[in-house]
């Protein structure tokens, strides 16, 4: 039995625990040919777009409420590299057929990441095609006071949430199969199918930080964007990378230890922050995070760029000082 | 030769014509994690979000500036149906390759689309993926001031701009070939490659208004989201309909004069604008419709809804006053 898209979006999507509470005062949602916002004054709104591709970010057979989850995750991790408090997203769903069961489970995984982070659906569409999701979350941040990539300055600490590597590690093993133990493969699919967005830890911390971004597209890949946009150079140090127990013991077991430290430094996938803030910051970032269980690493330092190393604007050096080779780095569509 | 995605956006996107001039003070554009946007005091952002997948809301061949243009138009539309100022747009493309030629055209066409509707590009999207377009547009109303579809009220006329049909029966006709005068097929062709979006029409008229829709999804569709919304029913006056001429001309040649009206009512894809207004405001809106040259036609009339009557809100008249029987009601994307 087919269902049109008017009964899909009422029966999935436009209903509690998805779009906002009743009586909500920022938000009016589905139902006219715009949604509205209003932005409280002394406030500015923040947006981000992420579109996930069945097959290129994720697997067609995945579990649907872990494909919502991740195209949530994937906006919501960058209005926490503004600062931001979550206020509404919009959602472009586009599908081969509307199957019911497919679509119970994927507007399950929405309402959870609704819940957890306190952002409802207020519009968007409802397409058939190749599968993709296409996210825009929105967010409120004080006036002048979102955090920039540009505003890392020389002598600033840097600093990563988490740990780096599972979420890439998963997709690899997905794809091409691996023999592992039953621990390391809970971890790294934990890592992949539920990840986490920094939301709680930017929002107690922001006005802590000097820069920040989310290491999406790979660690190396989104310093060097903090890097160029602060005009500065990162010097980060390898044995400070908080790389994940799951792949240090896998790529360990495979024979070369210098893998997991490039694996979790030009992985995508994770959805940490890389952020910077004045050394004097140190201690109570540490305590923010910490009272929310959060691992948080200094990894380096801010130093000034001078003219020769424009072109090389991230280090990552060894206990000795000495630079380390990595190989690719960072997720680029086309190249 | 492969171009990467950050090449690709800053050779066709971020760029002058299309990203917000130097010096704009609402909205800071692509280059950081979000985009961020002011919202003046009194305002409040409407937004909207359309997919357009190839070969479903167009053809994978066409021009790729006209598929900006359509995909533009979408959008702007629905800000023009709210009432709304343009502000802002966001583009998630996704694309099989990265064909120079091919972003090019299209490039060219959501520049065309920037000038026309004073509506920059400010972030977005670029992955690797079957062809699609997602374009979120946001404006600005006087807060409380946008226009719903929950306005109507009993007495209100309905009009609707411009003249009905013509780029839906070109879509039949790219799709089925079909012998055709030069005329009329410059006609269609003209209304489906080069749609325009009442923006300005509805901006000049907004305080005249009692609620607006689109008709993207067909005249008596979205008359019935009007009639629902606001618990009224309307009554079209079938003799009142503007049907194009190339569609009168194209299927009255087939035999069936009534062909034409049925298929004005219920085709997609023209961006014109249905509305109402109470009796007094009629002069003062087609002065302005006249002014800038636009077609405006008063259709019919805003009446009580009886309880007989709920499910069959949109009745379309002919001269005697007895109900005419239409077709097929609206495009569905899943039934």
Same mark, same amino acid.
């Given at each position: 039995?087919?269902?049109?898209?008017?009964?899909?979006?009422?029966?999935?999507?436009?209903?509690?625990?998805?779009?906002?509470?009743?009586?909500?005062?920022? @938000?009016?949602? #589905?139902? &006219?040919?715009? *949604?509205?916002?209003?932005?409280?004054?002394?406030?500015? =709104?923040? /947006? $981000? %777009?992420?579109?996930?591709?069945?097959?290129?970010?994720?697997?067609?057979?995945?579990?649907?409420?872990?494909?919502?989850?991740?195209?949530? @995750?994937?906006? #919501?991790? &960058?209005?926490? *590299?503004?600062?931001?408090?979550?206020?509404?997203?919009? =959602?472009? /769903? $586009? %599908?081969?057929?509307?199957?019911?069961?497919?679509?119970?489970?994927?507007?399950?995984?929405?309402?959870?990441?609704?819940?957890?982070?306190?952002?409802?659906? #207020?519009?968007?569409?409802?397409?058939?095609?190749?599968?993709?999701?296409?996210?825009?979350?929105?967010?409120?941040?004080?006036?002048?006071?979102?955090?920039?990539?540009?505003?890392?300055?020389?002598?600033?600490?840097?600093?990563?949430?988490?740990?780096?590597?599972?979420?890439?590690?998963?997709?690899?093993?997905?794809?091409?199969?691996?023999?592992?133990?039953?621990?390391?493969?809970?971890?790294?699919?934990?890592?992949?199918?539920?990840?986490?967005?920094?939301?709680?830890?930017?929002?107690?911390?922001?006005?802590?930080?000097?820069?920040?971004?989310?290491?999406?597209?790979?660690?190396?890949?989104?310093?060097?964007?903090?890097?160029?946009?602060?005009?500065?150079?990162?010097?980060?140090?390898?044995?400070?990378?908080?790389?994940?127990?799951?792949?240090?013991?896998?790529?360990?077991?495979?024979?070369?230890?210098?893998?997991?430290?490039?694996?979790?430094?030009?992985?995508?996938?994770?959805?940490?922050?890389?952020?910077?803030?004045?050394?004097?910051?140190?201690?109570?970032?540490?305590?923010?995070?910490?009272?929310?269980?959060?691992?948080?690493?200094?990894?380096?330092?801010?130093?000034?760029?001078?003219?020769?190393?424009?072109?090389?604007?991230?280090?990552?050096?060894?206990?000795?000082?000495?630079?380390?080779?990595?190989?690719?780095?960072?997720?680029?569509?086309?190249?």
């Amino acid at each position: 039995m087919s269902i049109s898209e008017f009964d899909i979006i009422s029966k999935y999507f436009n209903q509690a625990g998805i779009t906002p509470e009743a009586g909500s005062t920022l @938000v009016y949602g #589905i139902g &006219d040919d715009c *949604a509205i916002v209003d932005v409280p004054e002394g406030k500015q =709104l923040v /947006l $981000t %777009m992420d579109t996930l591709v069945a097959d290129v970010h994720f697997f067609s057979g995945d579990e649907p409420a872990a494909i919502a989850r991740r195209a949530m @995750v994937a906006n #919501i991790s &960058d209005l926490a *590299a503004m600062g931001a408090d979550a206020l509404a997203f919009t =959602l472009s /769903l $586009t %599908m081969p057929k509307a199957d019911e069961a497919w679509l119970e489970s994927f507007s399950e995984g929405l309402r959870q990441m609704v819940k957890t982070y306190s952002c409802p659906l #207020i519009g968007g569409d409802l397409t058939q095609g190749p599968l993709s999701i296409t996210i825009q979350a929105h967010g409120l941040v004080e006036k002048n006071r979102a955090l920039m990539r540009s505003g890392a300055r020389p002598g600033d600490l840097v600093f990563v949430t988490g740990e780096l590597g599972a979420a890439g590690l998963a997709v690899s093993l997905i794809k091409n199969g691996m023999s592992l133990q039953q621990q390391d493969r809970q971890d790294l699919y934990q890592a992949y199918y539920n990840p986490q967005a920094r939301l709680e830890f930017a929002r107690q911390g922001r006005e802590k930080i000097s820069a920040a971004i989310d290491i999406s597209d790979g660690l190396l890949a989104d310093a060097a964007h903090i890097a160029l946009m602060s005009s500065v150079n990162l010097e980060l140090q390898a044995s400070r990378i908080p790389v994940a127990g799951a792949v240090k013991s896998i790529l360990g077991n495979l024979g070369d230890r210098s893998k997991g430290l490039n694996h979790a430094l030009t992985a995508g996938d994770d959805y940490e922050l890389l952020f910077t803030a004045s050394a004097d910051q140190e201690s109570a970032l540490m305590e923010i995070a910490a009272g929310m269980k959060l691992k948080l690493s200094r990894i380096g330092l801010v130093v000034e760029s001078k003219g020769a190393d424009r072109m090389n604007r991230v280090r990552c050096l060894d206990k000795s000082g000495d630079e380390i080779t990595l190989g690719k780095v960072g997720y680029r569509h086309f190249s």
